[in-house]
Each structure stands twice: as C-alpha cells, then as structure tokens.
C-alpha cells in the first residue's frame, strides 16, 4: 500500500489548469525532495519534475512542482491532450529506508 | 544517448523464479545506481529496490526481502532482478531505472531520490 495519497481523478478541458495533489509524512515528503513521474498509456513512467520543483530538460514549463510541509502538488497549465496520463509522486522515506510512490492520479483532458 | 534496454518478457509457474536483465549504454555504468520498480495491471508503481553497479552494494524494499537478489556485470554493463518464489502476484511489468544523483539538498539535508531514465519495461506473469 502507497504511504503517499493522491486523488485518483483529475481531469479538465484542454488549455486549462489542472492541479495535483500529493499528501505524506514526515518521514518521506516532509524530510527529502519530491519528484513526479508521468506514464502515458503502453510506455515507461518518465520523469517530469525533481527535487521539488525542477523541470528536466525536454520538460514543458507548463508543468510546475511545489512542495509545503508533509504534501507536494504538481499544476499542468495549458492543459493538453498529450498529457492525458497517469501521474505519480514520489520520495525516499527515511522511516522505511525505501523509496516510495504515491498512488497514482489520472488526468483525463475531456 | 543514454539507454537502459531490458530483456523480453517471461511467463513462469508458481514457485519459479525469473531473471530479468538490464543493460545500459551511453553513460559510465559504474557511475549511476540502478534500480527496480514494478507495476502489476491496475496498480501503482512499486519501488524494489537499488543496487551500486560499481561497488555491488544493494538493497532491498521489505516486502522483497528474501526472494530477490540484485546483481550486475560491469563487462556488459548490465544489472539483473531475480526474483524467487514467484506468485500470482507478482505479474507485473518490471522497470530498471537509473537514479539521477546522489546526496542531499539545503540546509535541511533532504534526500534527492529520482530516476531520470528507465528501461522499456519487461512483463514477467506467473500463471499455472
């Protein structure tokens, strides 16, 4: 079972925002960096947001990361239909001395 | 281009154990830390665990503990998962993945933890 949460459902219409939400603990989120990972459908999670906040290169800048306390959220501006995918959250949990993933978001682009 | 290309998909019995393997090219193998994440149909990523390919050291998630063992060819530059005991429940897809850095970040030292490249991904399914 996933010790981060994430709402199972996100969805909006294309050149909108949609925000994701990420809530841990103090052993993961609220003591090491945040990453996001987007798996479009039949292909490997990539990554898309690191230490919190950083954009890889190749990465739109329509995607933001920010973190607050024990919870994170990832916010997709100018929300278009390539980004209809699955989006998880991620951070190494000192307690479980493991990396952990959040439960997974699926955004939908109606 | 760095590349992690993983071996074909495996369908095994109830108590088998299957080995997947790992290669990568494009950067110093020895320099970054492979590690494995699963995904079975319908759930979530799960995280198992991390091996050095310089210095052999590795470590396992908990839940593994016991039934998977990590190990690499430096001369191919490849890792292998092999998992034992293998169940109806671990049908998955199986992904290797490079760990982007290593240290702590700020003056609250947390933790950078993230996989920038990942191998395409290998179905393993147990199935009697």
């Known amino acids: 079972q996933s010790v981060l949460t994430q709402p199972p459902s996100a969805s909006g219409t294309p050149g909108q925002r949609v925000t994701i939400s990420c809530s841990g603990g103090s052993s993961n989120i609220g003591s090491n960096t945040v990453n996001w990972y987007q798996r479009l459908p039949g292909t490997a999670p990539k990554l898309l947001i690191y230490t919190n906040n950083q954009r890889p290169s190749g990465v739109p800048d329509r995607f933001s990361g920010s973190k607050s306390g024990t919870s994170a959220s990832l916010a997709i501006s100018g929300l278009q239909s390539e980004d209809e995918a699955d989006y998880y959250c991620a951070a190494w949990d000192d307690s479980l001395y493991a990396y952990v993933f959040g439960t997974g978001t699926k955004v939908t682009v109606l | 281009q760095v590349q992690l290309v993983q071996s074909g998909g495996e369908v095994k019995k109830p108590g088998a154990s299957v080995r997947v393997s790992c290669t990568a090219s494009?950067?110093?193998?020895?320099?970054?830390?492979i590690n494995w994440v699963r995904q079975a149909t319908g759930q979530g990523l799960e995280w198992m665990g991390w091996m050095n390919p310089n210095s052999g050291n590795k470590a396992y998630a908990q839940k593994f503990q016991g039934r998977v063992n990590m190990t690499r060819n430096t001369s191919i530059s490849t890792v292998y998962l092999e998992l034992s005991s293998l169940k109806s429940e671990d049908t998955a897809v199986y992904y290797c993945?490079?760990?982007?850095?290593?240290?702590?970040?700020?003056?609250?030292?947390?933790?950078?933890?993230?996989?920038?490249?990942w191998g395409q991904g290998t179905l393993v399914t147990v199935s009697s």
């Open positions: 494009g950067y110093t193998f020895t320099s970054y830390d």
């Open positions: 993945a490079r760990r982007r850095t290593k240290g702590y970040i700020g003056p609250r030292r947390e933790r950078e933890y993230s996989f920038d490249y």
